[in-house]
């Protein structure tokens, strides 16, 4: 009888276990999709081969705009952001500019401080000799991508705000 009971009860877990891993994987699936609708990593072909290190932006670094690509994401025709995104735009100093003045920004702050905007500009930078992709998002933050890793920055120094759509928040004035 204790024979059976055991088996039932180790049935019965495993049960659980495998809805609980069920669930979690399509959490998990849900979530990838959620992400990947809102933060687009280029991909990062052109750094192979390079030495990776961190991304380390002091006042004299020398950072060298490659290439820039002006990128119109999905977006709702009607979504009134798609005509001021037409008119947008950064040329390579400007590019320059908001890297030397970004600060570095964590997903909490991302998530409920910046606009992610349907317009950017993409390219390959590099930074005191080491190679990275970007985007500059019109919402006022851009990314810094190594081979494996995506650093975040929100770019709102009064320099800054003439070269973005929408500005991003303040941890200290928005987040209480």
Known sequence: MKFVFLILVLSWVGIIISCGTRNHALNKEQDSANVKS???VLPTDSLKGRSVRKVEMKPNSIINV????????E????DSMVNECKRWSLSAGSIE???KNGEPINMHDFSYLYYVLPCEVRGA????SALYSYTVNAGSYFT?????TTYFYGCNSPVCKKFFLMEG??????IE
Do not use: H, Q, Y
Not at 66 to 73: E, G, H, T
Not at 144 to 148: M, Q
């Open 38 to 40: 809102v933060i687009k």
């Open 66 to 73: 490659k290439s820039i690509s002006w990128v119109l994401n």
């Open 75 to 78: 977006a709702m025709p009607d």
């Open 97 to 99: 500019t908001i890297f």
């Open 125 to 128: 930078v590099e930074i005191d």
């Open 144 to 148: 810094i991508s190594n081979e494996d």
């Open 169 to 174: 928040g303040d941890p200290r004035r928005d």
